[in-house]
């Protein structure tokens, strides 16, 4: 399995088995899962599969989550928040084991999607577990040695909410071109010097590219969260159509 480089092509998508590898609990709601795919063409940083879950008496219940591996490695990785009284969630969280088989197919998506080959600078914007197809384009970044501009702006709750946490900072440290930040909104270290709050227009020119820099803005989380975003974007007179969207609800996950 190599970087996605060619021209994107539709695959025909069919279910398949997957075998559970690992989970790893990235927070207290949130844990990874890898997968070893049975059969896989690849996929582009930004996109999804669909799992799919079938009980005894054949009811069936299917939700889609953003893959967080790029596509330079075999294993797939799918980050999963629980969602109280979901029907999905909190059987991967709280059930699922390594060695277990996971129904899937993908990979889905052309929009939201990002490769060195299509250049930059980028901007990444997140909210909560919206970071994970983001951090499949900093991953694949990362791999594919890319010294194109990129900054992350990334909105948790918490510290402890950040997911990916000391693998972000660990990019961040050893990449000039790369700049993160983080915008805290509940709780705050007693030292924390980073940002306080939502993300503003304020954070966004401070941490961003310059109109003249054409940047591209990825941005994903919470309807609202992408939405605000979007529109202090425009507001600022970047062009409407360098910003991407991909957007979640916490319903029936």
Partial sequence: MTATDAPLRQPKIEWQIGRVQAIVAETSRVKSIILWPSRWSGHWPGQHVDI????????????????????????????????????????????????????????????????????????????????????????????????????????????ADVVYRDELDTMARGDRNLHLVYALTREHPSDWNGHRGRVNEVLLVENSFTREQNPTFFICGPTGFVESI???????????????TERFGPIGA
């Fill in 52 to 159: 799919r879950l079938t009980a005894e008496d054949g009811y069936q219940a299917e939700r889609s989550y953003s893959i967080a591996s790029p596509p330079e490695e075999q294993l797939l990785t799918l980050t999963v928040e629980r969602v109280e009284d979901g029907e999905v969630s909190p059987y991967l969280l709280d059930e699922l084991r390594v060695g277990d088989a996971l129904e899937f197919r993908g990979p889905i998506g052309r929009h939201f999607i990002w490769s060195q080959t299509l250049g930059g600078p980028i901007c990444l914007v997140a909210g909560g577990t919206g970071i994970t197809p983001l951090m499949a384009m900093l991953r694949h970044r990362n791999r594919s040695h890319s010294y194109i501009p990129a900054s992350l702006i990334y909105s948790a709750r918490s510290l």
């Fill in 230 to 244: 979007s529109s202090m974007l425009v507001k600022l007179g970047f062009d409407p159509l360098a910003i991407r």
